[in-house]
């Protein structure tokens, strides 16, 4: 099982001991692409024409 699908189990199941990289590679993995980021609040775009 890979990392990844392994960290989505953990927030499936209702984990709150997530570091924030951990979620960073996962929603990129997902498609997302960090569009703007300000502080410490980040907007993220997903556009469902990616492979």
């Not at 989505?8 to 498609?31: H, I, P, T, W, Y």
């Amino acid at each position: 099982m890979s990392k990844k699908r392994k960290l989505l189990q953990k927030l499936l199941r209702g984990s709150k001991n997530v570091r924030f990289d951990e979620l960073l590679a996962l929603a990129l993995g997902f498609g997302f692409t960090l569009d703007r980021a300000s502080g410490s609040h980040h907007c993220w775009r997903w556009s469902s024409n990616t492979a």
